[in-house]
């Protein structure tokens, strides 16, 4: 599991929104990235080498500071948003 | 090539330590070593503790799994192939299986139980037959406050992923169970069961034959799925098993759809000889499987399976359980015409190796020999153990009879009970099943029984799956029994005459004698019950060390069994079968006769289990030659048409059958018994409840006295509730008010 | 009336329309590749339900690229008949041959049941069978049929009488719990501006026989392939 | 329909690596990321403003330059990977 924090963006009142990346760990089979491969490459682009597919979330939530918001999405990555069995995700912070 | 084998680069030294983590005993070990004549390489370690597992061995179930009667005049393939097949008539034979998926789903529910549905399809279109039905049966801990967080995790996870796979690939769940007990709060229970149809003369096995003959590897690429997974599933669990979380497998439905429809078009092209896929023990069981039916030995090329990485070590790649992925030999020389076939479905297939006359198992890697063993003696010379069994010590502690006090309001036990996700209605969980493509479904989730026409002839099958687990825990040999027993009177129900069956033993660890007198106990009882009523077991699963920290599930021996309704035509007006051959209430002013006797029973019961929190005395006994008259009385009634519907009584008892017939359909009965309130709970078995005109009752009292079955008219259906008078009150209830609490139940539970 | 199913990998109602269209209204019916690139002179192409490349980026999006559905997409033009049923109502939206697009369920999960549909057109052939108002049962199985469109282009949608099949309850009203996806104004199906081009959601093919205990989907199918007297007959018997 | 084009990240041969990031429109219910949203509550996470839910692909593919790469990959998302009607779409190019 990796957990990236890049940049920290605060938005007016302590606002912060985190994007987060969740994508089948890398040893896991993931049938969506192929079936698009596949479908990519029978829609005529030959030059597509591997897709990986996965889900992407905005979260936008009030905290303290950056550490607590920091804190906060990762807690909800590991909880909800990403599967740690078979899913490995990234949180990164955007402006609003 | 002639070589010595030896392990791989970068592969650890192989040794009796190497060998105990892999589950083998010092003797097991030395064993190996001693047929091998040397010391075995890392692959070949690897090889044979999957083979040695008892998922695949059934090292400690064998020896009873002797018990059960496997024959019959309609029996084509019993125990040993991938699936039982048996003839079902004109010309049409059904191939089923049942198989547990109980550890992975534990793990990752929603993938574990997905790949569960994937594995037992496979199971049965190798066979050449397609699928056309599932069920699925399901154990899952306590699911209530704080604590039943994660369980409802699971539950949500594994009917996902129930739902997902069988969905995607197009095969209708119709039917199944749901139970919730503290003893799988540390390990659930997932069964998946799947049936195929096929023209007799269609049938394939998984056998490699002819010298020479090419084997084809097709289907998604190798990758490190599951690497353990055979091994996993035959060891308790205990904090380590967190480290072994990344061998978890994905399905990836839309493979086996595609896998499905060219395995099938290939078996129908003339020149493949065997098919089998790679479940448990991936690419090892199915070279050595198929090898050892043909009596053949194999040569295997390692560098020419597909792989998803190109690290991984020839041992990894024999034990992979990566999903989606089948064998085949051919003709030699025609090898091309089943790549074309596969290609055209967009499948990869590549040739890694071929059939010998050696016997023996030779895989190569990198230009090095790195396994090369004798067949037969593996996979059918696999350690056999009487383990030691004994009654549990507390047994009589459980079978103590503890007073069963008298509801003093029966309607509000009755709601209590209808208000608990044991009991409270499945549809939360079935509605995100696909039960009616294929459009066979004549009757769904939701009945005893399902009911599907076969196309093109004048018959149905008839399809259920039954397990009391506390019944197992109190006495495991009438549970054994009553779930056979149950599973026929389903079948009966409909009018389907019973013609094979097939079973998941879910149990603890086999070297706790308590367990495996369980073990033992059950399957005698499973065994006798199939005697009485000439039910042969055709296929099975064994699913052992089901427990966490010395606690053990309790014994759930799942049993599955088809029956066929040979003339539907005989039962009821084509445009009525949906409701006459359900278990509802529907035509007002039809009579309602209650079949069977009450002898009082509360041992396990769900009256006692639910709403006294006692788990204690003996089950209901099951004779089962009532049963057997009961049964023969109902399939009669079917035949004759008489009957306008049939639900039998099982959980909860005579008052809550006639509940779940009143909310079927939201129509009522006006009726009376001549029991107390207590008995209106009572779990005797070999009853029903049946509806006829009231034009027929008089014949079915008639057959019923010829038949020793005692019969008594209970009321009248109609209105919007449930009336009825018993010894000393009535329950007087609207049906709007039942059907609130019991739909609401699972929903509820589930968050 | 000679009838092509269209097979794409992961189709799995396609023995279903098959057996209807074959057994049941004895027509002329035949299965047509997504290689292919001719529909053989099929007059009605059906694309049929299931999870054609496991659905697995949007219900549909790959095979709207097959092939055949540039022949599809001409016969369409033509004025010729094509009929998409759940994952061929999504491959109708994907390709653009009907307006709209489809979102998860309401509420995220697989929906199998019988709902009730309200006909809301009794003037295209598919609807000879029924009458204006007529109140269907009929099975949904679908993960993504949560129907939904600009604002504009559903007004336009209403304007042009475009909405054949809305989810109802059984008493034929609207109400949110009838529209158990979620879809915008319970939107079940809908035609194109010529009215030969029909999706829906729900299943006809799964509830076109007696003994299924259910066949008010018989007539869509009937009248899918209406044209000839005999026909005719046969659509109006199944409403 | 967006399509922002950052930073493009050549790896060796003309091997590219873009990011999409696929959104329901802003005017389209996100029954997903409202899910989301009210599960996070009910485990008590209070400071979650919104969430939006949508997915993301990494595609890697060989190019001549940079401007086939984001042309090809831009044709792509109109015709595969996002659906006009219902969502946006944003590229973003990441080193290897
Ligand atoms: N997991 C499940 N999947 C599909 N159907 C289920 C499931 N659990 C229960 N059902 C359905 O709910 C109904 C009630 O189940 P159950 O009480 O076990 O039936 P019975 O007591 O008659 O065997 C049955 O029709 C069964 O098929
Ligand atoms: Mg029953």
Redesign the interface.
Request: aromatic share 8%; no cysteine.
């Given at each position: 599991m990796t957990s990236q924090t890049s940049r920290h963006a605060e938005g007016p009142e302590g606002?912060f929104v985190a994007r987060v990346?969740?994508?089948?760990?890398a040893?896991?089979?993931?049938?969506?990235?192929?079936?698009?491969e596949?479908?990519?490459g029978?829609?005529g682009?030959d030059?597509?080498?591997?897709?990986?597919?996965?889900?992407?979330?905005?979260?936008?939530?009030?905290?303290a500071d950056e550490e607590q918001?920091s804190e906060?999405v990762d807690?909800?990555c590991r909880?909800?948003?990403a599967?740690p069995?078979?899913e490995d995700y990234t949180v990164e912070w955007v402006s609003e | 090539m002639t070589t010595t084998p030896s392990s791989a680069a970068g592969e650890p030294v192989v040794d009796s330590a190497l060998a105990a983590d892999h589950g083998l005993t010092g003797e097991e070990f030395g064993g190996l070593c001693d047929l091998l004549g040397r010391s075995p390489t890392c692959t070949e370690l690897g090889i044979a503790s999957a083979l040695y597992s008892e998922h695949c061995s059934y090292k400690s179930s064998k020896i009873h799994l002797r018990r059960f009667p496997t024959r019959s005049r309609r029996v084509v393939h019993g125990p040993g192939e991938n699936a039982g097949v048996v003839d079902i008539g004109h010309g049409w034979v059904a191939a089923f299986k049942m198989e547990s998926h109980n550890h992975p789903s534990f793990?990752?529910p929603?993938?574990g139980a997905a790949t569960g549905v994937g594995g037992i399809l496979r199971d049965v279109f190798t066979m050449g037959a397609r699928p056309i039905a599932c069920l699925d049966s399901l154990r899952f801990g306590e699911i209530d406050g704080e604590r039943g967080a994660r369980m409802r995790h699971l539950v949500d996870g594994v009917v996902r992923g129930i739902g997902d796979y069988g969905n995607c690939v197009g095969i209708p769940t119709v039917g199944g169970e749901t139970g919730f007990h503290r003893s799988y709060n540390g390990n659930i229970l997932v069964n998946a069961f799947a049936l195929g149809v096929c023209r007799e003369d269609r049938i394939f096995t998984a056998t490699a034959s002819g010298a020479g003959n090419p084997i084809l590897y097709a289907g998604?690429r190798t990758?490190?799925?599951g690497i353990h997974g055979a091994t996993m599933a035959s060891e308790a669990f205990d904090a380590e098993s967190e480290a072994k979380?990344?061998t978890?497998?994905?399905?990836?439905p839309?493979?086996e759809k595609v896998l499905l429809e060219a395995s099938l078009e290939a078996m129908r092209s003339g020149v493949v000889l065997g098919v089998q896929d790679m479940g448990a023990a991936g690419l090892t069981s199915s070279c050595f499987e198929m090898a050892a039916r043909g009596g053949a030995g194999v040569d295997i090329d390692l560098d020419l399976v597909p792989l998803?990485?190109a690290s991984l070590t020839p041992y990894e790649i024999m034990l992979s359980e990566?999903?989606e992925r089948m064998v085949f030999v051919t003709q030699r020389g025609q090898e091309e015409a089943v790549v074309e076939i596969l290609s055209r479905w967009?499948l990869e297939a590549s040739k890694i190796g071929r059939v010998t006359d050696s016997g023996r198992a030779r895989l190569t890697f990198r230009g090095r020999t790195v396994a090369d063993m004798p067949v037969e003696p593996l996979v059918d010379g696999a350690p056999v153990y009487d383990r030691p069994a004994a009654p549990p010590a507390d047994l009589r502690e459980r079978q103590r009879v503890v007073d069963c006090e008298a509801p003093e309001d029966p309607l509000r036990a009755l709601r209590s009970l209808l208000g608990t996700p044991e009991l409270g209605d499945k549809t939360w969980i079935h509605r995100q099943y696909d039960s009616t493509v294929r459009s066979n479904t004549i009757v769904g989730p939701g009945s005893d029984a399902a009911v599907l026409r076969l196309k093109g002839t004048p018959s149905a099958l008839a399809l259920t799956s039954d397990v009391n687990p506390s019944y197992c825990w109190l006495e495991p040999r009438m549970g054994g029994r009553q779930a056979v027993a149950e599973a026929v009177r389903n079948l009966a129900t409909v009018g389907a005459e019973p013609v094979g069956m097939t079973n998941c033993l879910n149990f603890g660890s086999p070297e706790n004698p308590a367990i495996a007198w369980q073990l033992r106990e059950c399957i005698e009882g499973m065994a006798e019950a199939c005697r009485a009523f000439d039910v042969p077991v055709i296929s099975g699963n064994v699913s052992l060390y089901n427990e966490t920290e010395g606690e053990a599930v309790h014994p759930t021996p799942t049993v599955a069994i088809v029956g066929v309704i040979d003339r539907l035509e005989d039962i009821g007006a084509e445009g009525d079968l949906h409701l006459v051959l359900g278990c509802g209430f529907w035509r007002p002013g039809d009579r309602v006769v209650l079949l069977g006797c009450d002898s009082g029973e509360y041992g396990g019961s769900a009256y006692q289990r639910l709403l006294q929190r006692v788990e204690a005395g003996r089950p209901p006994a099951v004779d089962l030659e009532a049963e057997a008259a009961l049964c023969a009385l109902l399939r009669q009634s079917r035949r004759a048409g008489w009957l306008s519907g049939c639900h039998d009584l099982a959980d909860g008892g005579l008052l809550l059958a006639l509940a779940e017939c009143a909310m079927a359909r939201g129509i009522g009965l006006r009726g009376a018994v001549g029991c107390g309130p207590l008995a209106l709970f009572s779990e005797s078995q070999a009853r029903a409840i049946v509806t006829v005109p009231a034009a027929r009752t008089e014949e079915l009292l008639a057959a019923a006295e010829a038949r020793g079955v005692a019969a008594r008219e209970v009321g009248d259906v109609g209105g919007d509730r449930l009336v009825l008078d018993f010894e000393g009150g009535t329950v007087d209830s609207a049906i709007g008010d039942l059907r609130r609490v019991w739909t609401e139940a699972l929903p509820r539970a589930v968050g | 009336m000679k009838c092509g199913i269209v097979v794409f990998p992961g189709s799995n109602c396609d023995h279903d329309v098959y057996h209807v269209l074959s057994h049941v209204l004895e027509q002329e019916t035949t299965f047509l590749w997504h290689q292919e690139t001719s529909l053989e002179g099929c007059e009605l192409v059906v694309l049929p339900g299931g999870f054609s490349?496991?659905d697995?980026?949007r219900a549909g999006?790959?095979a709207a690229?097959s092939p055949i559905m540039a022949a599809v997409r001409r016969h369409a033009e033509a004025g010729g008949r094509v009929l998409g049923i759940c994952n061929g109502f999504q491959m109708l939206l994907e390709t653009g041959l009907l307006p709209g697009a489809m979102r998860r369920n309401r509420d995220l999960r697989f929906l199998s049941v019988d709902v009730h549909l309200r006909v809301e057109r009794d003037d295209l052939a598919w609807c000879s069978g029924y009458r204006r108002g007529d109140v269907l049962r009929m099975p949904v199985a679908h993960a993504e049929g949560n129907y939904v469109d600009t604002g504009e282009a559903l007004d336009e949608l209403e304007r042009r009488g475009q909405v054949v099949f809305r989810y109802v309850n059984g008493a034929g009203r609207r109400e949110p719990a009838a529209n158990l996806n979620g879809s915008e104004r319970a939107i079940a199906g809908i035609c194109n501006a010529g009215g030969n081009v029909l999706g829906l959601m729900p299943h006809p093919e799964r509830c076109a026989e007696e003994m299924l205990g259910n066949r008010d989907g018989l007539g869509l199918l009937a009248g899918a392939v209406a044209g000839g007297g005999r026909l005719g007959a046969l659509a109006a018997a199944g409403g």
């Open positions: 606002r990346l969740v994508y089948p760990r040893e896991v089979l993931d049938p969506q990235g192929r079936a698009i596949d479908a990519l029978r829609i682009f030059g597509v080498r591997r897709i990986r597919a996965g889900k992407s979330f905005e979260v936008a939530l009030e905290a918001a906060a807690r909800m909880q909800l948003l599967n069995i078979v | 793990i990752e929603y993938q998604s990758g490190r799925d979380r990344p978890v497998q994905v399905g990836d839309f493979t998803r990485e990566s999903q967009g | 490349y496991g697995y980026l999006s790959m690229h």
